[in-house]
């Protein structure tokens, strides 16, 4: 038993449980003295309102109020539901309880993830993705220990993805028998719920206006734009660099090899999956026919500028690859999977365009950001025009700028 499992076990006064010790163990990772486990996020008053109002389990709040909160409060406890993140959106019941809780930021808009509390049934529910019930001391701050909770995932009907967390925060009632079954009957009302307000908005989605594929541009440009038809959308960076590896990986990827993608440290499963809910919604509501499956994880229905220009180049076609390609990938990007595929791309394409096409294409070529401060490629240009071409004293200037002539 290392240090750390030594403090739960002291925590505790018995050894402690697996599901708990392993998620002392995470929250150790984002804290390495319990003491700094405190919300240090929470939504402005506007934005969790905006937030609130456009989230999927906005719907089925009445049916949750109405299953738990009055039972809830009668028992002396409080009803929390969060996002697919963990951050609470909704909370309600014992008034008293409430005001207690409030003093330890267990507040609307509060983030209270595994990683910003640590240790506790909303966070650690939505870490394993399963029902979990945390009493008193198993939680990692010490600022949450008067409270005992149980929380239950709340899932996509269709993806099996969660998508938020029901909680039930009080006392020593909020982890007593009847709890779980309670929340979990909840829960699967709501899940229902969802299923039959999803199953009746498919038929009314706007049909998508491609005719073709849906197209991703991410070439030269921060954040990706989703074309399909005369419409646009763009995305978020995030979102961008989710899109790009998925496409590029049709057999799909696991949340893990995602993630290892995305990100260049470790992050919470939690995490992951909260973006995914996100851009599926984003998606879904573009209505172009592009599709974020699950399990594993791949996008249908959707293609990227930048493979368009990778094929095009392995074909030889290095006119159409520079009509494909507008720059960079994603330059602002630092996933590490994003800036091995931009690095790739842009060294393939200066060799191709370099070595062996035509002096219209190079010309083409040097107009690029990237190509600014390339004297070999500027010194190839002028080797390859006319003697008498136009062209050369522009050429000519930019090479004494860089070469400092």
């Not at 499992?5 to 163990?25: C, K, N």
């Not at 109002?53 to 009668?74: G, Q």
């Not at 249908?300 to 493979?307: F, I, K, R, Y």
Request: hydrophobic share 45%; proline share 6%.
């Amino acid at each position: 038993m290392d240090v750390r499992t030594e403090q739960l076990a002291r925590a505790e006064h018995e050894a402690p449980r697996r599901v708990v010790e392993d998620s002392w163990r995470r929250s150790f990772r984002a804290h390495p003295r319990r003491e700094d486990a405190a919300v240090s996020s929470v939504l402005a008053e506007d934005e969790l309102r905006s937030y609130r109002e456009a989230h999927i389990l906005a719907p089925v709040m009445p049916l949750i109020s109405e299953l738990l909160v009055r039972a809830a409060a009668e028992a002396g406890t409080v009803v929390a539901v969060g996002d697919a993140g963990g951050r609470l959106l909704w909370i309600d019941g014992d008034a008293s309880v409430r005001r207690r809780a409030e003093r330890m930021a267990f507040l609307e808009g509060a983030d209270w993830s595994e990683s910003s509390i640590g240790t506790s049934a909303p966070g650690t529910a939505l870490a394993t993705g399963g029902a979990v019930q945390i009493a008193g001391r198993e939680h990692f701050s010490p600022l949450v220990e008067d409270f005992s909770c149980t929380a239950v995932p709340i899932r996509d009907p269709y993806s099996g993805e969660p998508v938020g967390v029901v909680d039930l925060t009080g006392g020593d009632q909020a982890v007593a028998g009847y709890a779980l079954p309670f929340v979990q009957a909840a829960v699967a009302a709501a899940e229902e719920r969802l299923r039959t307000l999803a199953a009746v908005a498919r038929p009314r989605r706007r049909p998508s206006s491609c005719v073709s594929p849906a197209v991703l541009s991410v070439t030269g440009r921060d954040q990706g734009v989703l074309r399909c038809g005369d419409r646009t959308l763009s995305l978020s960076v995030r979102h961008s660099e989710i899109l790009v590896l998925l496409a590029g990986n049709p057999r799909g990827l696991s949340a893990e090899e995602l993630a290892d993608r995305l990100y260049d440290q470790p992050v919470p499963a939690v995490t992951l999956r909260a973006e995914l809910v996100r851009l599926r919604r984003v998606l879904d509501g573009f209505g172009a026919g592009v599709v974020l499956a699950s399990r594993p994880y791949r996008v249908e229905g959707l293609e990227v500028d930048s493979m368009h220009a990778l094929a095009q180049l392995e074909r030889g076609s290095h006119r159409l690859a520079l009509n494909s390609y507008g720059g960079q990938i994603l330059p602002r990007s630092e996933a590490p999977a994003i800036t091995e595929l931009r690095d790739e791309l842009s060294a393939t394409l200066r060799e191709a365009v370099v070595g062996s096409a035509g002096v219209d294409v190079l010309m083409s070529y040097l107009q690029l950001p990237e190509a600014a401060d390339d004297a070999e490629a500027w010194q190839t240009a002028l080797r390859l025009l006319p003697p008498r071409s136009p062209r050369r004293a522009a050429v000519v200037a930019h090479l004494e700028r860089l070469l400092g002539a």
